[in-house]
């Protein structure tokens, strides 16, 4: 029961970080129909940034700071500079752009910042609380982790659903034409949307960083999880990314918990592979086919 | 006064407009008549800014609009109904209706708006949480129009706005379009297959065959002309 | 892979070259194992070494060609059937040491292939980027179940693999990495001989017919899922058989060799050298082996640190495929072509101006 309550407590907290990367995926693949390959190597490079500025003296939210804004910098320029170009062109061309850009900032990064093995600081302790002398079975810094991502979301839900720059923002995604006719200007609204992705990866770079430590590739099995998230809510929806993203990190927190750690990719791929085969566009996915 | 001048436009090598000239006086529907394929939704397409022309320019009240966005002729205000409807059937009816008015700041002129196009459209006020895709064809049509005179606009470009309403509503329609006309000088392109009931409320008739305008005049006496109205309208 | 022979005087060969796709195929094949044969003799065991590593890079990319160039599917996992291909050869020979080679590469690609069918068969219904979300999870799932059951496989450390020994008959100083280079060769050679004519033939339309148009397809009857299984067992057994001679070259098996960044330059060899044709795979092949051999000496001479040196060729993978992506489309044999198109027409431009060269051998 004890380790049942532990594995369950970590995979909600892993399964926030994952569901933070879903929905920058299910954010850009609703607007764009690209899937961001990059979206973890962004991650990783926006918290190399923090972990570069604090270093050299910045204080510690100043850094998380930057290293925020640095994504929604990063998220505005790949959109406008790299993705827009091939927007017209076959999605294969997408697809290629955005691991050849993964494969460059996970070489980058290294260049930059050194190839060894870092450990990024924790805002929180990460030692499990403690309420009147019994045991808790999660530290203030889970705590912060579901807390800020769900803040995050949160946000962002009142941003699309509340604001007219929400819904000028869903016009362009769902139909950039009618939303160009009646004056949108959908470029920009793209620009802003895989900015706001790339924000919310940054925070999961950041989050994952303390636990996983930081090296070039640390985001990759990340994003691999939040993908496979994304994909079991099938791709189009924020809410299905979420839940399938938690679902993801409490899976695999029971597979490596109780059959051990290596086998928790292996459980994502049989997860994955599982749901698909009942349902191939996801739980949440529309059978039909959107109009382009 | 929009001036279209000499508007050529070619899909790889298919010409589907070639050489068209004319104009639309404010406070006055114009309507563009031709058999399926003429041109007539390419016209409004390039007025709007969604299809680059090869040769020719469009004029707003002297303004040029070819080589201009989409999303910048519609800030001048150039309303286009797009043909079969365009709503955006995963928005709610209202947040439709809200995108027509959006890109103006004032929010309680934009509130007013909408509020005007549930006046108008009273189907849509009973349905204005629902989802877009819930409405029936006539009712996506009404949205359409309705958020297009949300915009509150100086032109107005209207593709076939009778698919799927039903006669009755189309003449109410057109006969509150009648009153918008005169009292706010829009300029309207009326677009139609139906060229009785367009004749009917236009001022002036444009007549395209084959990208080609082969008449214009004014749509009374095209309605009058036996000899023309056999040879490209079909009545 | 257009190799004609120039126009020759024997009428009957030039014609019969012209119809049979298939022969012309082999009369190429053949005269570019001469070259290769030739051509590591010429080179020190060093670059024969070389050499090896673009054959086995030419085999595993050429396969997925076929995959994502000619039928459009996309596979983020071929690192991983790879890996399947090694495991199988080293894990054979840690059971019998002294196999030979022929065996352990046939039980590597029968084992990816039927790898290759139960992953074709679980991903035919899936699309885009559900089909890249599965291999994608493929490709970093597959690499721990060695780590898991280190008794079989040897986990962190891996298998080590005896690399072939030239045969007695070739003489005794005959370099073991030039043997290698030409079983490599050989593979390689054999590999896209079959595909080449498989592409030319009606399976590979009928490839091309599902990526083009998959309801058009339907329409004409083809099996679509049936076509895409064939497509993905086709370049996981070129896959399976790549890996297995990659664990001969690199003499040891282990999961580090076979990280998600190898599927992703199995993918950067063929998108660089141009999607869909196999030549284009070649080229790719010659750059993922010798960038890095490039950038090493520049970083030496440049005195650059070792986590900058060793991640230039990445980075350059990396800028190469968005650039490509950007500025050419069609990738470098893509670009090659479209450059001898240009020269073609200015020399034939010339041609008009200039009188007619009496000597020229024309036909
Ligand atoms: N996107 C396109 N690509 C190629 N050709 C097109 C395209 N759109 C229209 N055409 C061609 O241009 C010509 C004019 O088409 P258009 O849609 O403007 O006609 P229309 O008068 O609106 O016809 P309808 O009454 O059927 O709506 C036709 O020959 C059509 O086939
Ligand atoms: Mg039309």
Not at chain 1, 100 to 113: K, Q, T, Y
Not at chain 1, 192 to 221: K, R
Not at chain 2, 31 to 38: D, F, T
Not at chain 3, 104 to 113: D, F, H, I, K, R
Request: some cysteine.
């Amino acid at each position: 029961m004890r380790a049942f309550l532990i594995y369950t407590v970590d995979g909600v907290t892993n399964g926030m970080v994952y569901a933070a990367v879903a929905l920058a995926l299910v954010m850009i693949w609703r607007a764009t129909r690209i899937i961001n390959y990059a979206q973890g190597a962004m991650a990783m490079f926006t918290t190399y940034i923090a972990f570069f500025v604090i270093e050299h003296g910045t204080p510690f939210w100043l850094g998380f700071v930057i290293a925020l804004a640095a994504g929604l910098a990063l998220g505005a320029v790949t959109e406008r500079v790299l993705v827009r170009p091939v927007e017209s062109r076959p999605a294969l061309s997408a697809v290629i752009l955005t691991l050849g850009l993964l494969i460059f900032l996970e070489a980058l990064a290294p260049m930059l910042f050194g190839a060894q093995v870092q450990s990024f600081p924790a805002p929180f302790s990460r030692i499990d609380l403690t309420a009147g002398g019994t045991q808790l079975y999660f530290s203030r810094f889970d705590i912060f982790t579901v807390g800020s991502v769900l803040c995050v979301m949160v946000l962002l839900f009142v941003l699309f659903q509340r604001t007219t720059i929400g819904l000028r923002m869903r016009a362009a995604a769902f139909n950039p034409e009618i939303a160009r006719i009646l004056g949108i200007r959908v470029g920009r609204m793209l620009t802003l949307g895989w900015a706001l992705a790339a924000l919310l990866g940054a925070l999961a770079g950041l989050l994952a960083a303390p636990v996983l430590f930081l090296y070039p590739t640390n985001m990759d099995e990340v994003l691999v999880f939040g993908f496979t998230g994304a994909i079991i809510g099938g791709l189009e929806s924020p809410v299905g990314a979420v839940v399938g993203a938690l679902g993801v990190g409490l899976a695999l927190s029971y597979v490596s918990g109780f059959l051990g750690s290596d086998l928790a990719p292996l459980g994502s791929l049989l997860i994955l592979m599982a749901v698909l085969m009942i349902r191939p566009r996801g739980l949440f996915g529309m059978t039909r086919q959107r109009q382009v | 006064m929009l001036e279209v001048a000499e508007l050529t436009v070619a899909y790889g090598g298919v010409v589907a407009l070639d050489d068209v000239s004319f104009s639309v006086p404010e406070g006055a529907i114009t309507a563009v008549l031709g058999a399926n394929g003429a041109g007539k939704t390419t016209l409004v397409r390039t007025i709007s800014g969604l299809v680059r022309p090869r040769h020719g320019s469009v004029l707003l009240d002297g303004a040029e609009l070819v080589g201009r966005s989409p999303e910048s002729i519609a800030r001048l205000r150039v309303a286009h109904v797009p043909e079969g409807h365009g709503i955006v059937s995963e928005l709610s009816v209202d947040e439709n209706l809200r995108l027509g008015g959006l890109w103006r700041r004032d929010r309680a002129e934009q509130r007013v708006a909408v509020d005007e196009a549930y006046a108008l459209f009273p189907p849509l006020a009973a349905r204005r949480r629902g989802p877009a895709s819930g409405l029936s064809g006539g009712e996506r049509q009404m949205l359409s129009i309705g958020r297009a005179l949300a915009a509150r606009p100086a032109v107005l470009l209207l593709d076939e706005p009778s698919l799927g309403l039903a006669t009755r509503l189309l003449a109410q329609i057109m006969e509150r379009l009648g009153s918008l006309v005169a009292e706010r000088k829009l300029s309207v392109l009326l677009i139609e297959q139906n060229a009785r009931s367009a004749l009917s409320v236009a001022g002036q008739a444009v007549v395209l065959s084959l990208g080609r305008v082969v008449v214009i005049d004014e749509a009374h006496r095209l309605a009058g002309d036996e000899a023309l109205r056999h040879a490209y309208l079909g009545f | 892979m257009s190799a004609l022979a120039d126009d020759t005087d024997d009428e009957s060969l030039g014609s019969a070259l012209r119809r049979s796709t298939l022969l012309r195929h082999g009369v190429f094949f053949v005269a570019l194992a001469a070259v290769l044969l030739v051509a590591t003799y010429l080179v020190s065991p060093f670059h024969d070494y070389e050499i090896a590593g673009v054959a086995i890079y030419t085999i595993a990319a050429a396969g997925l060609t076929v995959l994502t160039g000619a039928n459009g599917q996309i596979s983020l996992g071929h690192g991983a059937l790879m890996m399947i291909g090694a495991y199988t050869t080293s894990v054979l020979l840690q059971w019998r040491p002294g196999l030979p080679m022929i065996v352990t590469l046939l039980g590597a690609v029968v084992s990816t292939g039927l790898a290759g069918s139960i992953i074709g068969v679980a991903g035919a219904r899936l699309r885009g980027p559900y089909l890249a979300g599965a291999t994608l999870a493929l490709a970093v799932a597959l690499p721990q179940i060695p780590l898991h059951f280190a008794g079989v496989f040897g986990g962190n450390q891996g298998l080590n693999v005896a690399s072939p020994t030239a045969p007695a008959a070739l003489g005794a100083d005959f370099p073991n990495e030039r043997w290698l280079a030409w079983l490599c060769l050989a593979a390689a050679l054999v590999t896209l001989f079959l595909l080449a004519n498989l592409l030319s033939s009606s399976v590979g339309r009928r490839l091309r017919t599902v990526r083009d148009n998959e309801v058009a397809a339907r329409l004409a009857g083809v099996d679509v899922a049936r076509t895409q299984v064939l497509a993905f067992v086709i370049s996981a057994v070129c896959a399976g058989l790549a890996g297995a001679l990659f664990a001969y070259w690199v003499s040891i098996t282990s999961p580090t060799g076979f990280t998600l960044t190898l599927s992703l330059q199995l993918l950067t060899a063929v998108v660089i050298g141009g999607l869909g044709s196999l030549t284009g795979a070649v080229w790719g092949s010659i750059i993922l082996i010798y960038l890095p051999v490039l950038t090493g000496d520049l970083a030496s001479n440049l005195s650059l640190s070792s986590d900058v040196a060793n991640n230039v060729p990445l980075a350059i993978y990396g800028v190469v495929l968005v650039v490509a992506m950007l500025v050419f489309p069609r990738g470098l044999q893509g670009a090659l072509v479209s450059l001898a198109r240009q020269l073609a027409r200015v020399i034939r431009m010339r041609g008009t101006v200039l009188p007619a060269v009496p000597s020229a051998p024309e036909q």
